[in-house]
């Protein structure tokens, strides 16, 4: 049985004031939420003070990137070890906007999400479609490489400190949520590659969040499929009532 895990991506939102606030406020109204994991991931400047008002709280943090380096010169980067230093449990790799806007590669993605395991923060490892390759009928190809090329070397041991994040690209950020059905047709898909590229235990082990403009009012559609376990929020986790409400819908 798998335990459902929301987490709230706050990408390059909130300000010192806010990030507090939203942490708190999720605190309070999540209390007594206890059958669904959930973490947030802030900007990094805001580890520290939202660690400190989710302390003593069941809600985790998690950054939203990290690099494979462990110290050194790499400027501007940030190590596993310094985000596990500011009480991150997860970190998000291979998000869409990470992979088209900065320009992230499947090799870079491996190594951090190798790196990150290593360092003892579990991933959540995003993939997805773009829209053109959804409309030229590549969406199983596309998300299959990325995920070969993202697992590629760990083994059946580290691979359960991972989360898969299905995230059609079309769909982030821009209200245009995938049906049920196309969710659960990816999401199973990836847990059969799963079966394929370790086994069946690990496979049905592993939990498969569904992301893009998911919101209060299409949360418990997606999460009846069988293969969604979970959900990756972005805009709709800025805001307490919807993010709470998303939560306790699952619960
Ligand atoms: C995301 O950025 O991971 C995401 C799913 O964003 P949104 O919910 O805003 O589509």
Redesign the pocket.
């Known amino acids: 049985m798998r335990k459902p895990f929301i987490a709230g991506?706050w990408?390059m939102n909130t300000n010192s004031a806010t990030a507090v606030a939203l942490a708190a406020g999720l605190v309070k109204e999540l209390e007594s939420v206890e059958t669904v994991d959930v973490a947030v991931c802030p900007p990094f400047v805001y580890l520290q003070s939202v660690a400190a008002a989710l302390s003593a709280s069941n809600i985790a943090m998690g950054a939203q990137d990290v690099y494979f380096e462990g110290n050194g010169a790499f400027t501007g980067e940030i190590s596993c070890e310094m985000l596990k230093d500011c009480s991150c449990s997860y970190v998000?790799l291979g998000?869409?906007?990470r992979r088209h806007v900065i320009g992230e590669t499947d090799e870079l993605i491996n190594k951090k999400l190798k790196a990150a395991i290593a360092g003892g923060l579990m991933p959540i490892f995003?993939v997805g479609e773009l829209l053109e390759e959804r409309d030229g009928g590549k969406t199983m190809e596309v998300v299959e490489s990325q995920v070969r090329k993202g697992l590629e070397g760990l083994c059946e041991e580290r691979i359960q400190a991972v989360t898969i994040?299905y995230?059609p690209v079309w769909?982030?950020?821009?209200g245009r949520t995938a049906t049920p059905e196309q969710a659960q047709e990816v999401h199973a898909m990836i847990r059969g590659l799963l079966e394929k590229m370790f086994d069946k235990t690990i496979a049905e082990s592993l939990r498969i969040q569904y992301?893009?403009?998911?919101?209060p009012g299409n949360t418990a559609e997606l999460m009846a499929q069988p293969d969604v376990d979970g959900l990756?929020?972005?805009?709709?986790?800025l805001k307490v009532d919807d993010f709470a409400q998303m939560v306790k819908t699952v619960a």
């Open positions: 991506n990408k998000i998000h869409s906007e995003c994040a995230e769909a982030i950020g821009t992301g893009g403009s998911a919101k990756l929020v972005g805009g709709a986790s």
